[in-house]
């Protein structure tokens, strides 16, 4: 048993250090450059059809709200209803 443990404790400790290697250089950032400019589409819908998709990005686009949405996901009623529930959220009838 304690042969084993040597070896073990060994691979392991060296595991975490070649978890690290990178090729070039390790600056991933270089002095000049910035973030890159948010476009107005840059979020993704998921679970809708090419047509509900279209609706959904017109529709954000004439709100123009002041930030962008990341997701858009589009559930099932109970799922909705559901997570409400869950997360207390109060949402208005109608």
């Known amino acids: 048993m304690k042969l ?27 002095g000049n450059s910035s973030a ?13 059809s090419p047509q509900q998709e279209a609706l959904v990005r017109a529709q954000i686009q004439i709100m123009q709200p002041a930030v962008a949405p990341l997701r858009v996901f589009f559930v099932p009623h109970w799922k909705y209803v559901d997570n409400t529930r869950i ?5 208005p009838t109608g």
């Open 4 to 30: 084993a443990v040597g070896p073990v404790l060994f691979f392991l400790g060296f595991a975490q250090f070649s978890w690290g290697q990178t090729i070039g250089s390790a600056n991933l950032v270089s």
């Open 87 to 91: 997360f207390h959220l109060h949402v």
């Open 36 to 48: 890159p400019k948010p476009s107005p589409n840059s979020y993704v819908v998921f679970g809708a």
